[in-house]
C-alpha cells in the first residue's frame, strides 16, 4: 500500500481545547480508515501536540512573539521578518505533504478579536503554497462567519478560494463563504468533528445536583474593539450572579474553561462567590470536558465547544451565545429556546431560562440521546466520504462511498 504524506495545520497545542479535539478526531479517523499515512504537524504549539499526538511537529511562526502585541521597534520588526520567512518555511513544509488538512476550528470567521496578519495571513500562505506546488489543501469541518474588516475578510476569501476541498460545520459557515463570494456549490455541511470523540457513558460519575458552568475570557468579536471591557464587565457580573445565586441555594458548581485565558474569569469568580460549593475543573481534552458534563444534572456554557462535549454527553444545557454558530449547535440538537446572549448577560432571564431547561431535563436528555446518535451517523458518513475524495482508492478496501 503506498505511503501517504498527511500534515495537519493550524493553532493546535496552543491552549485551545476545542482546536486539539478536532485534531484528535481527524487523527484517530485517519488511523482507523488510512493506517499507512505518515502524519505531521506545522502548529502554534509542537512541543504539545508531540507529546500528547505522538506525531512529529513544527512551530507555526518563525517569530515567536507573533501573537503578543509589538510596541518596540525590535519587536516591530521581527514581525515583519517573520512575514516573510514564514512564507518561505510553509511552502517548504507544504511541498513535503501529498495531504494537508485544517481540522475543524473557526478558521473562516472572526467572532474572537483577530488581526489580519495573525492567523488569517499564515492561512492564506498554506493554502496559496498548495495551490502553487500541486499538494491537496483541505479545510474539513471549519467555522466560517461574516467578517466585518477588509483586510482579514480578503485573506480569508482567497484563503478558501484556494484550498482544494472544504467543508463547514453548519450551514451558517457555508452561506457565510458563498456571501463572501466563494463558490460553495460543492462544499459538503456536517457535524462538528468533536462529536467523532467518543461520548462517556450516559450518567457517569453523576452528581445529583451538580450544575457546570463553562466561562470564557470574553470581550465580543473582532468588531467590538471599542465596547471589549465594557463587555467584558458586563459578561462578568453576570456569570459571577448567576453562580452566587445557585451557591446561596445550596447548589455544587463546577467552573469549565476551554482555553488557558479562561483561567482568569475562573479566579475572578472563585473570588467573588468564595464558597466550598464552586470548584474548578482542570480539564486539558475535550474528552475529560465531555466527563465533567456527564457528571452534572446541568450544563450552562459559552465556549462553543463546552456547549459541544455537553451535549455530545447528554446533559441539557443552556448556552450563553456569543456568535450565530451557537444558537445553530442548539438548533441542531433541539435545544434552540436555551440560548442567552454572552453580550447582554440578564442575570434574572438566566436564571428564568435554566429553571425552565431543569423542569424539562428528562425530556431534554431524551431530545438529546436521540440527535446524538444522529449527529455521529451523519459524520460518520461525511467524513468517510472527505477521506474517499482526498485519497483516491488504490485497492478496494478504501473504495468508500458516502450514503445518500
Not at 513544509?93 to 474572537?112: F, K, N
Not at 459571577?240 to 482555553?259: C, S
Not at 438566566?350 to 444522529?374: M, N, P
Request: with cysteine; proline share 5%; aromatic share 6%.
Amino acid at each position: 500500500m503506498k505511503q501517504v504524506r498527511v500534515g495537519v495545520f493550524g493553532l493546535l497545542g496552543s491552549g485551545n481545547l476545542g482546536n486539539d479535539g478536532s485534531l484528535e478526531a481527524v487523527l484517530g479517523h485517519l488511523r482507523r480508515t488510512r493506517p499507512e499515512a505518515v502524519v505531521d504537524a506545522l502548529c502554534g504549539g509542537p512541543e504539545v501536540v508531540t507529546a500528547r499526538y505522538g506525531i512529529p511537529a513544527t512551530r507555526l511562526h518563525w517569530y515567536r512573539g507573533e501573537y503578543r502585541t509589538a510596541s518596540r521597534a525590535g519587536a516591530i520588526a521581527g514581525k515583519g521578518l517573520g512575514k516573510l520567512v514564514d512564507a518561505v518555511r510553509t511552502a517548504a513544509w507544504v511541498r513535503r505533504h501529498d495531504v494537508v488538512i485544517v481540522p475543524g476550528m473557526g478558521v473562516l470567521e472572526a467572532t474572537l478579536p483577530l488581526r489580519p496578519w495573525g492567523f488569517p495571513y499564515a492561512l492564506f500562505l498554506l493554502c496559496a503554497s498548495g495551490r502553487v506546488l500541486g499538494t491537496k489543501v483541505a479545510l474539513v469541518g471549519v467555522g466560517a462567519a461574516p467578517i466585518g474588516s477588509r483586510p482579514t475578510r480578503a485573506l480569508v476569501r482567497w484563503s478558501a478560494r484556494l484550498a482544494a476541498q472544504r467543508s463547514y460545520r453548519d450551514t451558517l459557515s457555508r452561506d457565510a463563504m458563498r456571501a463572501m463570494g466563494v463558490d460553495t456549490t460543492r462544499d459538503a455541511v456536517h457535524p462538528d468533528l468533536a462529536f467523532a470523540l467518543p461520548a462517556p457513558p450516559a450518567g457517569e460519575g453523576r452528581r445529583p445536583g451538580l450544575v457546570c458552568v463553562g466561562v470564557m475570557d470574553f470581550h465580543g468579536g473582532d468588531d467590538d474593539r471599542a465596547r471589549a471591557g465594557e463587555i467584558h464587565r458586563r459578561y462578568l457580573d453576570g456569570t459571577t450572579r448567576f453562580v452566587r445565586t445557585l451557591v446561596e441555594e445550596g447548589r455544587p458548581v463546577r467552573l469549565l474553561t476551554g482555553d488557558a485565558c479562561d483561567a482568569r474569569v475562573v479566579e475572578a469568580i472563585l473570588d467573588a462567590v468564595d464558597s466550598p460549593l464552586v470548584t474548578a475543573a482542570e480539564a486539558t481534552s475535550l474528552t475529560e470536558l465531555m466527563r465533567e458534563a456527564a457528571a452534572a444534572d446541568t450544563v450552562v456554557a459559552t465556549r462553543y465547544h463546552n456547549l459541544v462535549c455537553a451535549l455530545r454527553a447528554g446533559t441539557p444545557t443552556l448556552a450563553l451565545s456569543y456568535a450565530a454558530k451557537s444558537d445553530a449547535l442548539m438548533s441542531r440538537m433541539g435545544l434552540e429556546a436555551y440560548c442567552h446572549p454572552a453580550r447582554e448577560v440578564d442575570t434574572d432571564r438566566l436564571l428564568e431560562q435554566f429553571r425552565e431547561l431543569e423542569k424539562h431535563s428528562a425530556e431534554l436528555r431524551r431530545t438529546l440521546a436521540e440527535r446524538g446518535r444522529d449527529t455521529t451517523g451523519e459524520l460518520d458518513r461525511r467524513l468517510a466520504a472527505l477521506t474517499a475524495a482526498l485519497f483516491p482508492a488504490t485497492d478496494p478496501t478504501h473504495a468508500v462511498r458516502e450514503t445518500p
